[in-house]
């Protein structure tokens, strides 16, 4: 008799923790509402540090961009604003220098929405809400750069993609090229590496044999080409790409079905408009212009 009420405890012990943990997350949900967010007058978006071709900071010293150095600009902050003003609220960007850090500032309740070109996939379905696909363009593969051989500069030490199945590959820890090259490559070791330059630095090193980038800008693409016209690294053919992928969106906390209904409606009536295809186009010519990419 003493056990069984002892076990009836600890059941009503574990249901009340349980329920006390699902009103909390509920309470976090509700401060990303659209409601919410319209009450507080403030839409919060987690947006990276560095550049990339969607998402980047206005360089200085360009006279005719002059009134806005500094400022995040791009198809994704482009994307972001608009959705703010349809909200009829102020635009408040919060900088990531580490993508593992960005990716999750929407489920650790620090912001609204994690705005990046975020890879749509079922891992992620699984542990976040995520908006439609926000590209008016198709989904690309990402290039694999190869170790120059020391012996034979300008040759790679990969010289077939049965090698390179079982190689050490580089890639930015949680993005999605981490998960792509597992994907398609099981055999092969494939390694984390905090962002670009940590990558990069590896390959270089002969840490790692390969390595596949996250969307990085036109400085670090300029540093790819000189370390290939040294004979450092060499392109090729071979692209990691995974055919599941759903397109990309942004991510928001899990079950916030509000605000990301919301955003999807707003989506669907851009890309109707061709609001998204101007969005996309402007995007792209001012980062020329910027020397972005």
Not at 8 to 33: G, K, R
Not at 230 to 240: H, K
């Amino acid at each position: 008799m003493k056990k069984t009420f002892s076990m009836l405890l600890l059941l009503i012990l574990t249901l009340s923790i349980c329920c006390a943990h699902a009103e909390e997350n509920d309470a976090q949900i509700a401060d990303h509402s659209v409601a919410a967010i319209q009450q507080r007058g403030t839409l919060r978006v987690a947006v990276q540090s560095g550049n990339s071709k969607m998402s980047y900071r206005v360089p200085e010293g360009i006279k005719a961009y002059a009134d806005r150095a500094g400022e995040p600009s791009g198809y994704v902050p482009f994307l972001c604003q608009q959705l703010a003003e349809d909200l009829g609220v102020m635009l408040e960007f919060v900088f990531y220098d580490v993508t593992e850090q960005q990716i999750v500032a929407a489920e650790n309740n620090e912001v609204d929405i994690s705005a990046n070109v975020w890879s749509i996939t079922e891992e992620r379905l699984e542990r976040f809400t995520m908006t439609d696909n926000i590209l008016v363009t198709g989904i690309e593969g990402d290039e694999v750069f190869l170790r120059a051989d020391p012996q034979r500069p300008g040759s790679p030490l990969i010289d077939s993609e049965e090698a390179l199945a079982e190689a050490r590959i580089a890639a930015v820890k949680s993005t999605v090229q981490v998960d792509n090259t597992r994907l398609q490559y099981p055999e092969a070791d494939v390694i984390a590496y905090a962002d670009n330059d940590a990558a990069l630095d590896a390959l270089l090193s002969g840490e790692v044999d390969a390595a596949v980038f996250t969307t990085f800008d036109k400085a670090f693409a300029d540093i790819l080409v000189q370390a290939i016209i040294d004979r450092q690294i060499c392109q090729c053919d071979y692209e990691i790409v995974n055919p599941e992928i759903k397109g990309v969106g942004f991510i928001l906390m899990k079950g916030n079905d509000d605000l990301c209904d919301y955003i999807n409606g707003q989506l669907t009536q851009y890309r109707n408009s061709g609001l998204l295809q101007e969005l996309n186009d402007l995007s792209e010519s001012e980062a020329k212009a910027m020397g972005i990419i």
